[in-house]
């Protein structure tokens, strides 16, 4: 199925298998690269599932599964992709598992190699052992960065009972315990091509690589899906603790400020994310009366920013600052946001064609498209719809979310400072 976006200039090609793989093509014209990414609706909050019975894993399993697919019994994958010209690489975040890689040339082969390596998991216990000691290394190398440790004292202080307080890649007392076994139920579970989206975006043609997917999934069988259920957590809207406090040695403490939010799936969850983004660019971005008032008091600088985090199960704003006036940020910024919102028309409209004008410019990268794309389609949403989304934002929009969103019960503040 053809599906055209005039306002973003896009015609992308959108497909469903027969095992229930999602497939999405889209050619860009003159592009040197292709880029493909091959991702799967299963991160680090889920711990917990159901199959046959329900199923506990230790934190931090996704992540390590991420890094065994890429051994197999006749080598590692990442050598078969340099062979073949191409840069692979894989992430685990919160909520999905993304395999990919780039190349100007041998696509055909290099597709085949992401499709064939995600879909035939081979571990050992004695591979599973080895890598513990390779994981463990990354999770001390990730507790001595105070950026951190900051960004998930603030989750931590937030959520209550939610896994997105638990560190992406789990402890070095967790990996411990995943066997080889755990690794091939969770491939089971969460691998099956029903749950996960193919999404290849160059100078293709695009029929011809919807022939060659096809084929390649032909020649395979699948089981039937076996996930039947994830964990729903009960998480207050309330944050869990109102400050948490780290120590470490730094030069200049690092603040953030977190306002938990109700979050929204699919295509709401998108228009939320992007009333939220427009909101904290009309009150914080550097043309904001706002900024140039803290920034002639000394308290921000170039260091600050503001970040929106949306997933089907969790949202939350952040405010980020290195400095040495931690007390004096927090109030002045809590203060500024208990306020009443005075915004305009005129301002909204300026943000509007600010937000539009770097989304069309992000467009031209390949990387950039089939990343977010893929991380929207997982949860029912259309990156390609935004320029439209964001038209029918209104002023209200910003004013209801500016009510919901900056109360004092839903405040955390993470802080790093030396002992």
């Known amino acids: 199925m053809r599906v055209e976006f005039p306002h973003v200039g896009e015609t992308l090609h959108h497909t469903v298998l027969d095992n229930g793989l999602t497939v999405y093509l889209l050619k860009k014209v ?9 991702t799967t609706k299963y991160g680090s909050i889920d711990r917990r599932f159901k199959t046959e019975e329900w199923v506990d894993v230790p934190d931090g399993i996704a992540h390590f599964l991420e890094h065994k697919m890429f051994e197999k019994e006749d080598g590692d994958v990442f050598q078969k992709f340099g062979r073949f010209g191409a840069s692979a690489n894989a992430f685990t975040s919160f909520t999905r598992t993304a395999y990919l890689f780039g190349a100007t040339s041998n696509v055909e082969a290099n597709l085949t190699t992401l499709i064939d390596f995600v879909q035939a998991p081979y571990f050992t216990e004695a591979s599973v052992e080895k890598e513990k000691g390779i994981i463990g290394q990354e999770i001390q190398m990730y507790q001595d960065n105070p950026g951190w440790r900051l960004y998930f004292g603030l989750i931590g202080a937030m959520y209550a009972e939610h896994p997105v307080n638990i560190d992406i890649a789990g402890t070095i007392e967790s990996i411990g315990k995943i066997t080889a076994d755990d690794l091939y139920t969770c491939h089971r579970a969460f691998y099956h091509p029903s749950n996960m989206v193919l999404f290849v975006v160059g100078n293709i043609d695009p029929e011809g690589v919807l022939e060659q997917i096809k084929a390649n999934q032909a020649a395979k069988t699948f089981e039937a899906p076996v996930l039947t259920a994830r964990e729903q957590i009960e998480e207050p809207e309330a944050v869990h603790q109102s400050e948490r406090i780290i120590e470490m040695d730094v030069s200049v403490p690092k603040v953030m400020i977190g306002y938990k939010d109700t979050p929204r799936a699919g295509a709401a969850g998108m228009k939320q994310e992007l009333i939220v983004e427009l909101l904290l660019h009309s009150l914080f971005d550097t043309t904001a009366p706002l900024y140039a008032e803290l920034y002639a008091e000394g308290l921000i600088d170039d260091a600050f920013s503001f970040d929106y985090t949306s997933e089907d199960t969790f949202a939350f704003a952040a405010l980020s600052m290195e ?26 409209d300026r943000k509007k064609r600010m937000m539009k004008g770097q989304f069309l410019k992000a467009l031209n990268s390949p990387e950039f498209i089939a990343n977010q794309f893929s991380r929207y389609a997982l949860s029912g949403g259309n990156m390609f719809e935004m320029p439209d989304v964001i038209d029918e934002i209104t002023l209200d929009d910003l004013y209801e979310a500016y009510g919901r969103l900056f109360q004092s019960d839903k405040r955390a503040v993470s802080i790093v400072k030396k002992p």
Do not use: C, M, Q
Not at 30 to 38: H, N, R, V
């Open 323 to 348: 400095t040495p006036h931690v007390d004096t940020f927090v109030s002045r910024i809590t203060a500024a946001l208990e306020r009443p919102l005075n915004l305009d028309e005129a301002t909204l």
């Open 30 to 38: 003159g592009y040197e690269k292709t880029y493909a990414t091959f």
